[in-house]
Each structure stands twice: as C-alpha cells, then as structure tokens.
C-alpha cells in the first residue's frame, strides 16, 4: 500500500468522526434538507479525502439513482455516498454531486449530530 496523501481544508469544515479526517467546507453545502436512514443528511458539491465503492442503483425517495458509497480514506468508515446517475429529469441536478450522513461526520461547532431513535429503541 502506497503512501496516504490528505488534501487539508482551512475554514468550517465537516469530518470523520471517527478519525477527524477533513471531508468538506461548509460553503460547498447544496442542500442540508436531506434525509437518509438515520436522519439528516446534507448534499455538497465538493467533497475530498474519501475512496468511493461500487456502482449500484438504489430505489430512493426521489426516485432510482446510479450511487456510489464513500468512505474515509483515513479509517475506511462509510461516511455517505455520490450520485452517478439519476433518472428522473428532475433530478439530474444530483449527478456528480455527494451525500454526507450527518450521524456520520462532525460539524463545524465540534458537535456530534445524533440519529433520532426508533420506537423500538425507546422502549
């Protein structure tokens, strides 16, 4: 395995929250209107410092898109995914672009962002 090379953002950032790993600059936030399994999710037009998976369709809210699962490059976790193909015209406006889970990463402030817990859960 070769030598890990990290581009640094400077700036509010979002990271690994796992191993701190800088993914994203608040300023190239699209949408924080996202929602995924476990919540929030915000839609970014950069994002650095992550290895992407394999093309998959997934059935989603808005409709089948051509994904890819991101991960950290640093620790390996799976912190989100980017939109290859999306099939609904009014959707294009995804394509190239990357879903951060916000449970998954840390904010600017420093804080963790916690999933709402299922009725199950509660119990």
């Known amino acids: ?3 890990l090379f990290l581009i640094d953002l400077e700036g509010d950032l979002y990271s690994c929250k796992h191993c701190k790993t800088a993914f994203a600059l608040v300023d190239d936030i ?3 209107s ?3 399994r476990h919540g929030k999710a915000y839609l970014f037009d950069k994002v650095v410092n992550v290895s992407v998976g394999e093309k998959e369709n997934r059935k989603m809210l ?3 898109h051509t ?3 991101i991960f950290c490059v640093t620790c390996g976790s799976i912190v989100g ?4 193909i999306a099939n609904e015209k009014s959707q ?3 394509e190239g672009k990357f879903i951060l889970e916000r449970y998954k990463v840390l904010g600017p402030d420093g ?3 916690m999933p709402p817990l299922d009725d199950a859960e509660d119990a």
């Open 34 to 36: 996202f929602q995924c």
């Open 111 to 113: 804080s963790e962002y």
């Open 67 to 69: 994904v890819v699962d």
């Open 62 to 64: 808005t409709g089948m």
């Open 92 to 94: 294009k406006y995804k």
């Open 30 to 32: 699209i949408s924080k």
């Open 1 to 3: 395995m070769g030598r």
């Open 81 to 84: 995914w980017k939109y290859e």
